[in-house]
């Protein structure tokens, strides 16, 4: 049985065993208010018990009506809230839909297949799934169980290892240059949404303005398509800019557009996981009904089985290339949404007792399996196309999502109508992802400023957020700005996100403890099934070994293809000074890491082996934190006992 905890009556400081401080284990008990003591003499016989210098004479009092009592040493009242208190998820499917929503992104239809053909068509699977189980599953269950534990966002929940505090600050920075730029693809998606409503499509050789550009059959590669001059010269205007260096005007249709976007995510973010997990149940699940209408529809095309075939396609030479196994570490990036912070935001609204090892599993593989299923659906298309122009498929597969797929759409029967559904399909891809990076946004602030959460000053804050992304994602959407989104795009999520990433795996692994970690999840899931033991065994090994060890890969390829391979955007070279302008971006990422750490070490006093000791173990507000209900371990009764000398004194025939 715990120590008694005094009332509002104990008003001197607590006397514990030891001389130990108040809260920290050892038996306490609290002084006399000063108008009970009474003048007299006594002693603690007790061996370790420091006496007080004037200790009161045996006293009772039981009579006194008083607070409850607690299970627990004299804890200390804790501080008043400096704001609202954190929301939780109103149900588990939200959670699982958020976070399946955030993953299953834009990537997913337009990375993935893209990736198979290029590297080896079906054989690129076997590197995928390797890396999935030993990189991607690991780190995804890390990142939410962290959030879930901490309940805090990727800052505050470095309580736990204060010396890797700017690995947070890294994901939310990565989050932010993921932010700018990734909601320009939903401008662009509203842009063809809104030319979707015409008949014939503008980007089609049955409209009027494209019937010099459809005279030439032969499908040369110098050719133009229709298709791609509606990209280039109406959407982007990118033939009236030179480079980098000529950004030219803001293309006022896709500012109108960025605006819709941001209107979009602003409204639906206002009250935050209560807004967004209602609408993610539309945003989660209609991509996959557009997906499996695809589907079914491409199987009805003639040539989309040469389509099929060619994602299939195996080419086992490619296994010996280290360019497949680094496209197959980044698409899991990508695709799972590791390393950015909107995972771990997401799981912080968790209950406590949330199975995350279930979660991980459920989202992670249900995620990779979207990926795989939707290239049936766009090289069935693809391959009608080829079959149609009377070219490979190979030669269509390049650029698809904005030029290649609308061209095959608009050669289907009722091709607005396909053309309306796709896109949509896009844009709820899209904003899902977008939920995900403003909430590691957001969730990074409001954890380190409470008092923003009052509804009124987070819809001011949420509000300036997307004003200020808005007007900084102007420079992407001028008659340049692809050059300088291809740039943000290449260096925000490179070797910064793999640092960041290689760092939490790292620092939760030797810095809090690999033991406490897998610890910490038992706790969590309470009543631990053996196959979560045996799952939680093998994510040990991989924590420890395997996944450090392949982000050690990824990152020393990174560079090695930084630095051989120059970037192009088309034909494009991009110029010396913008190259090194990206790469510090990327620097900038990783410097947080040694920067707040460094700031960790000033912190602590003593030697630097001291500092280092004391950085790297949890803050006392780490436990609290995980939001354990204690409200068992309170026993209310309606009276106080103080306690006396005699209290202490051992007593050598007791059995207790």
Same mark, same amino acid.
């Given at each position: 049985?715990?120590?008694?905890?005094?009332?509002?009556?104990?008003?001197?400081?607590?006397?514990?065993?030891?001389?130990?401080?108040?809260?920290?284990?050892?038996?306490?008990?609290?002084?006399?208010?000063?108008?009970?003591?009474?003048?007299?003499?006594?002693?603690?016989?007790?061996?370790?018990?420091?006496?007080?210098?004037?200790?009161?004479?045996?006293?009772?009092?039981?009579?006194?009506?008083?607070?409850?009592?607690?299970?627990?040493?004299?804890?200390?009242?804790?501080?008043?809230?400096?704001?609202?208190?954190?929301?939780?998820?109103?149900?588990?499917?939200?959670?699982?839909?958020?976070?399946?929503?955030?993953?299953?992104?834009?990537?997913?239809?337009?990375?993935?297949?893209?990736?198979?053909?290029?590297?080896?068509?079906?054989?690129?699977?076997?590197?995928?799934?390797?890396?999935?189980?030993?990189?991607?599953?690991?780190?995804?269950?890390?990142?939410?169980?962290?959030?879930?534990?901490?309940?805090?966002?990727?800052?505050?929940?470095?309580?736990?290892?204060?010396?890797?505090?700017?690995?947070?600050?890294?994901?939310?920075?990565?989050?932010?240059?993921?932010?700018?730029?990734?909601?320009?693809?939903?401008?662009?998606?509203?842009?063809?949404?809104?030319?979707?409503?015409?008949?014939?499509?503008?980007?089609?050789?049955?409209?009027?303005?494209?019937?010099?550009?459809?005279?030439?059959?032969?499908?040369?590669?110098?050719?133009?398509?229709?298709?791609?001059?509606?990209?280039?010269?109406?959407?982007?205007?990118?033939?009236?800019?030179?480079?980098?260096?000529?950004?030219?005007?803001?293309?006022?249709?896709?500012?109108?557009?960025?605006?819709?976007?941001?209107?979009?995510?602003?409204?639906?973010?206002?009250?935050?996981?209560?807004?967004?997990?209602?609408?993610?149940?539309?945003?989660?699940?209609?991509?996959?009904?557009?997906?499996?209408?695809?589907?079914?529809?491409?199987?009805?095309?003639?040539?989309?089985?040469?389509?099929?075939?060619?994602?299939?396609?195996?080419?086992?030479?490619?296994?010996?290339?280290?360019?497949?196994?680094?496209?197959?570490?980044?698409?899991?990036?990508?695709?799972?949404?590791?390393?950015?912070?909107?995972?771990l935001s997401m799981a912080s609204y968790n209950k406590f007792d949330n199975n995350v090892i279930r979660d991980t599993?459920?989202?992670?593989?249900?995620?990779?399996?979207?990926?795989?299923?939707?290239?049936?659906?766009?090289?069935?298309?693809?391959?009608?196309?080829?079959?149609?122009?009377?070219?490979?498929?190979?030669?269509?597969?390049?650029?698809?999502?904005?030029?290649?797929?609308?061209?095959?759409?608009?050669?289907?029967?009722?091709?607005?109508?396909?053309?309306?559904?796709?896109?949509?399909?896009?844009?709820?891809?899209?904003?899902?992802?977008?939920?995900?990076?403003?909430?590691?946004?957001?969730?990074?602030?409001?954890?380190?400023?409470?008092?923003?959460?009052? *509804?009124?000053?987070?819809? %001011?804050?949420?509000?300036? @957020? $997307?004003?200020? +992304?808005?007007?900084?994602? /102007? &420079? #992407?959407? !001028?008659?340049?700005?692809?050059?300088?989104?291809?740039?943000?795009?290449?260096?925000?999520?490179?070797?910064?996100?793999?640092?960041?990433?290689?760092?939490?795996?790292?620092?939760?692994?030797?810095?809090?403890?690999?033991?406490?970690?897998?610890?910490?999840?038992?706790?969590?899931?309470?009543?631990?099934?053996? *196959?979560?033991?045996?799952? %939680?065994?093998?994510?040990? @090994? $991989?924590?420890? +070994?395997?996944?450090?060890? /392949? &982000? #050690?890969? !990824?990152?020393?390829?990174?560079?090695?293809?930084?630095?051989?391979?120059?970037?192009?955007?088309?034909?494009?070279?991009?110029?010396?000074?913008?190259?090194?302008?990206?790469?510090?971006?990327?620097?900038?990422?990783?410097?947080?890491?040694?920067?707040?750490?460094?700031?960790?070490?000033?912190?602590?006093?003593?030697?630097?082996?001291?500092?280092?000791?004391?950085?790297?173990?949890?803050?006392?507000?780490?436990?609290?934190?995980?939001?354990?209900?204690?409200?068992?371990?309170?026993?209310?009764?309606?009276?106080?006992?103080?306690?006396?000398?005699?209290?202490?004194?051992?007593?050598?025939?007791?059995?207790?």
């Amino acid at each position: 049985m715990g120590p008694i905890a005094a009332g509002p009556m104990a008003a001197g400081p607590a006397v514990c065993q030891g001389g130990a401080a108040p809260g920290s284990g050892a038996l306490c008990c609290p002084a006399l208010p000063p108008e009970q003591e009474m003048s007299g003499t006594g002693h603690l016989d007790t061996p370790g018990l420091t006496a007080p210098s004037a200790p009161p004479e045996p006293t009772v009092n039981i009579f006194h009506e008083q607070g409850p009592i607690a299970g627990q040493p004299c804890p200390e009242p804790p501080a008043p809230p400096e704001g609202p208190p954190r929301e939780t998820w109103a149900g588990r499917y939200e959670f699982l839909l958020s976070c399946l929503g955030y993953c299953v992104g834009l990537g997913n239809v337009w990375r993935f297949p893209y990736l198979c053909y290029r590297n080896g068509g079906g054989v690129f699977l076997i590197p995928y799934f390797i890396l999935l189980f030993l990189t991607g599953l690991p780190l995804f269950l890390m990142e939410l169980s962290l959030g879930q534990y901490g309940a805090a966002g990727p800052i505050t929940v470095w309580k736990c290892c204060p010396i890797l505090r700017g690995v947070g600050v890294g994901m939310l920075l990565v989050s932010s240059l993921v932010s700018l730029y990734y909601n320009v693809i939903i401008a662009w998606t509203f842009y063809y949404l809104g030319s979707s409503f015409q008949s014939p499509l503008p980007w089609s050789c049955d409209a009027p303005q494209n019937a010099e550009l459809c005279q030439n059959p032969s499908g040369s590669a110098t050719h133009t398509s229709a298709s791609e001059a509606f990209w280039k010269e109406q959407v982007l205007g990118v033939t009236h800019s030179s480079g980098l260096g000529d950004p030219g005007p803001v293309q006022w249709p896709l500012a109108l557009c960025l605006l819709a976007a941001w209107v979009v995510v602003f409204l639906c973010m206002l009250k935050g996981i209560r807004s967004s997990g209602k609408v993610v149940y539309f945003t989660a699940t209609f991509p996959y009904v557009v997906i499996l209408i695809l589907i079914i529809r491409g199987a009805t095309l003639s040539g989309s089985l040469d389509g099929v075939s060619f994602y299939l396609s195996s080419d086992w030479s490619k296994l010996q290339s280290a360019q497949v196994w680094s496209d197959a570490a980044s698409q899991i990036f990508y695709s799972l949404g590791i390393g950015f912070g909107g995972l771990l935001s997401m799981a912080s609204y968790n209950k406590f007792d949330n199975n995350v090892i279930r979660d991980t599993l459920v989202i992670a593989i249900g995620n990779c399996c979207t990926s795989f299923f939707a290239g049936f659906a766009i090289f069935s298309v693809l391959g009608h196309m080829a079959l149609k122009k009377g070219v490979p498929v190979g030669s269509v597969a390049l650029g698809w999502q904005f030029v290649a797929y609308p061209e095959a759409l608009s050669l289907l029967p009722g091709s607005p109508f396909w053309s309306i559904l796709f896109f949509l399909m896009l844009f709820t891809l899209g904003v899902d992802t977008m939920f995900g990076n403003i909430e590691s946004i957001t969730t990074a602030i409001l954890d380190e400023f409470p008092a923003l959460r009052e *509804w009124r000053r987070k819809a %001011l804050f949420l509000g300036a @957020l $997307c004003i200020s +992304f808005y007007l900084l994602g /102007l &420079l #992407l959407i !001028t008659q340049g700005g692809i050059f300088w989104f291809t740039l943000i795009d290449t260096y925000s999520t490179g070797f910064g996100l793999v640092i960041i990433t290689l760092f939490m795996c790292l620092g939760i692994s030797f810095c809090y403890g690999i033991d406490q970690f897998c610890q910490d999840i038992r706790d969590m899931i309470c009543h631990c099934p053996p *196959w979560c033991s045996h799952m %939680l065994g093998y994510f040990k @090994l $991989c924590w420890v +070994f395997f996944t450090p060890c /392949l &982000l #050690l890969f !990824t990152l020393i390829y990174t560079f090695l293809e930084m630095y051989g391979v120059p970037l192009r955007y088309g034909s494009y070279t991009y110029p010396a000074w913008g190259t090194s302008l990206g790469i510090c971006v990327g620097v900038l990422t990783c410097l947080q890491v040694p920067l707040w750490a460094i700031v960790a070490l000033c912190r602590e006093s003593g030697t630097l082996s001291d500092r280092i000791r004391k950085a790297t173990q949890p803050l006392n507000s780490w436990r609290a934190a995980s939001g354990r209900d204690m409200s068992a371990e309170v026993i209310n009764v309606p009276f106080t006992i103080t306690l006396t000398s005699s209290d202490f004194t051992a007593q050598p025939d007791s059995s207790t």
